[in-house]
């Protein structure tokens, strides 16, 4: 999986007249890797470990093309920082504020909700860039 998920960006890069570079690469194969929504300096730290010569405004600019390209996302899950992922199906973030766990909630999830604000108010609801906290069914003690 990781592997189609880099083609896949990588492939989205190439459709918008984007340059590959082993920079790029690095950067986007270890955000496919993982999936737990890394910091930049997360990330960072996992591309340095095969590639150290990576400069950090890189990782930053590569993070910000895959936003601006619709292929990754940030999302802020509490006070922290950041955190980034690639947007291989649109998902809503569900963060214990117990334990840290985050679960990764199918979009569709939240469509009556957005329908009735949108009937309500007008608004139209953008979900990628926020979390919802909570207690996790293990932090829980439901089964």
Request: glycine content about 6%; charged content about 25%.
């Amino acid at each position: 999986m990781p592997f189609e998920r880099t083609e896949r960006a990588l492939a989205a890069i190439r459709a918008n007249g984007g340059r590959i570079t082993s920079d790029r690469r690095a950067i986007i194969e270890a955000l496919a890797e993982g999936s737990d929504h890394p910091t930049v300096e997360e990330l960072a730290e996992r591309v340095w470990k095969r590639n150290p010569d990576v400069n950090l405004a890189t990782i930053y600019r590569t993070v910000e093309l895959l936003e601006n390209l619709g292929i990754g996302f940030h999302v802020h899950m509490g006070h922290g920082p950041s955190r980034w992922h690639l947007s291989d199906e649109v998902h809503q973030h569900l963060v214990c504020s117990v334990c840290g766990a985050v679960i990764d909630m199918p979009d569709e999830v939240l469509d009556p909700l957005r329908e009735q604000i949108a009937a309500t108010t007008g608004f139209v609801v953008d979900a990628h860039h926020f979390s919802l906290t909570g207690t996790c069914a293990d932090c829980s003690n439901v089964t």
